[in-house]
């Protein structure tokens, strides 16, 4: 069986091709360019590097968010296009999940947060003592304090993703020796852990059509359109908001 799997959901943009339950490409890159500009070169050199054609891929996995809209957008996209023209289903990936695949294996919980900016972060957490992520918290969009409230008080608990940078010190202040901060290294989502979620839940693959991102609230246009646009604000903090879902 053949895998590829694309992540754009966050700053970094991810590509790999799982062959026969090996990771035989992992492609990654933060270079400063949009995604959109990335991403499918990437898919290329990632198909080149492992000798194969979009026809021979079984299924194709896209990290559907939570992230930043625009990202998430490009990814969902890019990847129904390349299974609707391969004839082939999608795998649709949690990027917390995903993300908390970095500590496989840890005897205590996996935390991912990631900054969904408006003072909340996306946020679960796992247990992955067997590999695989057990779901123990139900992903949401909070603040901080009230995800750091609801985990066990009996446990290490392992904080990744791009809010680790900006929360870290409230996490170690708050959680003391229990609060294990990844390293640099093992802070950000990788497309082969999309690839290992989806080839391990076949009878969760689906039609291209059907693939849809993962909001864990509205995008910002929905809650102005609701609210009515906050005109006092400054319109470069406007736009930044609205980047992230």
Same mark, same amino acid.
């Given at each position: 069986?053949n895998l590829l799997a694309i992540d754009t959901s966050g700053p970094a943009a991810s590509v790999a091709?799982?062959?026969?339950?090996?990771?035989?490409?992992?492609?990654?890159?933060?270079?400063?360019?949009?995604?959109?500009?990335?991403?499918?070169?990437?898919?290329?050199?990632?198909?080149?590097?492992?000798?194969?054609?979009? =026809?021979?891929?079984?299924?194709?996995?896209? !990290?559907?968010?939570?992230?930043?809209?625009?990202?998430?957008?490009?990814? !969902?996209?890019?990847?129904?296009?390349?299974?609707?023209?391969?004839?082939?289903?999608?795998? =649709?990936?949690?990027?917390?999940?995903?993300?908390?695949?970095?500590?496989?294996?840890?005897?205590?919980?996996?935390?991912?947060?990631?900054?969904?900016?408006?003072?909340? !972060?996306?946020?679960?957490?796992?247990?992955l003592s067997n590999g695989l992520p057990v779901e123990v918290l139900a992903p949401e969009a909070i603040?901080?304090?009230?995800?750091?409230?609801?985990?066990?008080?009996? =446990?290490?608990?392992?904080?990744?993703?791009d809010g680790v940078p900006v929360h870290e010190q409230t996490v170690r202040t708050t959680l003391g020796?229990? +609060?294990?901060? +990844?390293?640099?290294?093992?802070?950000?989502?990788?497309?082969?852990?999309?690839?290992?979620?989806?080839?391990?839940?076949?009878?969760?693959?689906?039609?291209?059509?059907?693939?849809?991102?993962?909001?864990?609230?509205?995008?910002?246009?929905?809650?102005?359109?609701?609210?009515?646009?906050?005109?006092?604000?400054?319109?470069?903090?406007?736009?930044?908001?609205?980047?992230?879902?």
């Amino acid at each position: 069986m053949n895998l590829l799997a694309i992540d754009t959901s966050g700053p970094a943009a991810s590509v790999a091709v799982m062959s026969e339950g090996r990771i035989v490409c992992s492609i990654a890159m933060q270079r400063g360019l949009t995604h959109s500009e990335t991403i499918m070169p990437a898919v290329d050199a990632a198909l080149s590097a492992a000798d194969l054609s979009c =026809r021979d891929i079984d299924a194709f996995a896209a !990290v559907a968010g939570p992230g930043s809209f625009t990202g998430v957008r490009i990814g !969902v996209c890019a990847v129904k296009g390349l299974a609707h023209a391969a004839n082939r289903p999608c795998a =649709r990936i949690h990027a917390l999940e995903a993300l908390a695949m970095n500590y496989s294996g840890f005897d205590g919980l996996c935390c991912p947060i990631l900054d969904a900016r408006r003072g909340q !972060v996306y946020c679960a957490a796992y247990d992955l003592s067997n590999g695989l992520p057990v779901e123990v918290l139900a992903p949401e969009a909070i603040p901080l304090s009230d995800f750091l409230g609801k985990l066990p008080g009996d =446990r290490r608990l392992a904080f990744l993703g791009d809010g680790v940078p900006v929360h870290e010190q409230t996490v170690r202040t708050t959680l003391g020796a229990r +609060a294990v901060i +990844a390293p640099e290294h093992l802070r950000f989502l990788r497309a082969d852990a999309a690839c290992v979620l989806a080839a391990s839940r076949p009878e969760a693959w689906m039609e291209a059509r059907r693939l849809t991102p993962i909001y864990l609230r509205a995008p910002q246009a929905e809650r102005e359109r609701k609210a009515g646009r906050d005109h006092t604000k400054p319109l470069r903090r406007q736009r930044a908001e609205e980047a992230s879902i």
